[in-house]
């Protein structure tokens, strides 16, 4: 053997053993990325008066020099996109017509709180898995004692939140099993898809939902030889996120609007849309199952002892995430009384009989280009 080829055979190190996924995906992410990093999201330029954001050599510099800090990294939000992805494939794989709601919210919370390696406040599930069915578009998660079973006839949206120190991914998909709405899901998912491209520093929100809106209604689902135009639902939105806080202030409709409000550099934005073959606006019906503490609520003085107990026990174990009764079951709270002390997020629901689908991201708008950091092989 020449020089060469002796320099280049491996020295046989006693090898660490690779540690893999298993089946469910059950391993906690540091077991995996053993150094902390985590890959990136979809890196989109900036378009148009902004491209120089992107093409900037200064620009990209600085972003250089503060990533070399890597508390100042995107790490924390691309380890929580990193558990969705693995999460969500495992979900689209196993959720079958015949499976309980409770069975599939278990299947997903069980995944998300071992890959990310759920721990107090620090690390966890970053609000209710949304499971909402047909003319309900968001918010419903089964409440213990529900009954209901997926049917292969219903279109599933599934709606997960991880957060790593408060940095919430929150990102959602549809599912059906038979092929009746394809055609609302397709157009749901492009419309999805030009709201995450219209997005940008300085970009006004009502010049987003204009586009949405085109894309959204530029289709239209035949079902049984009745043509339904597909709407954009009109009091739905994408939202900024800041720390702990799902809704950060900033809303972005799914219609065409005159909100001059603008992203700015920084920013976390959820963008989501809403497609129906309703009437394209829903209202809140049906049990209650999401709450979530009042951010910049006036302390109000509570009477009850038992009110002021199960609050206590709400600001340890969520803050100010959104929760759903389940996790206050498993925290060991009984017989609890949550009007006035939390906000409630109820169902929504479009017109009865109609159809809904949702797909949703999370971008991350960096100085110099957008990450798209939930984007996955599947959406
Ligand atoms: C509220 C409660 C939750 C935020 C959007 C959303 C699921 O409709 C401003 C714009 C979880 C999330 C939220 F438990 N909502 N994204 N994913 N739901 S929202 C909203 O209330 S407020 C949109
Ligand atoms: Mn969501
Ligand atoms: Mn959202």
Redesign the pocket.
Known sequence: MGEAAKRKKKKKKPKKKKVEQGVPPRTGLSKIFTDGIYPEGEIQEYKDDNNWRTTSEEMRYNERMVLEDPELTYQNIRRAAEVHRLVRKHARKTIRPGMSMTEIANLIEDGTRALVEEEGLESGIGFPTGLSLNNCAAHYTPNAGDTVVLQKEDVLKVDIGVHVKGRIL?SAFTLNFEPTYDTLIEAVKAATDTGVRESGIDVRLGEIGAAIQETMESYEVEVGGKVYPVKSIENLS??SINLYQIHGGKSVLLVKNDDQTKMEEGEYF?I?TFGSTGRGRVIESGDCSHYAKIIDAPHVPLRLQSAKTLLKSITKNFGTLPFCRRYLDRAGETKYLLAGIVQDYPPLVDTKGSMTAQF?HTILLRPTVKEVVSRGDDY
């Open positions: 929150d994408g939202h959820a989501e949703e």
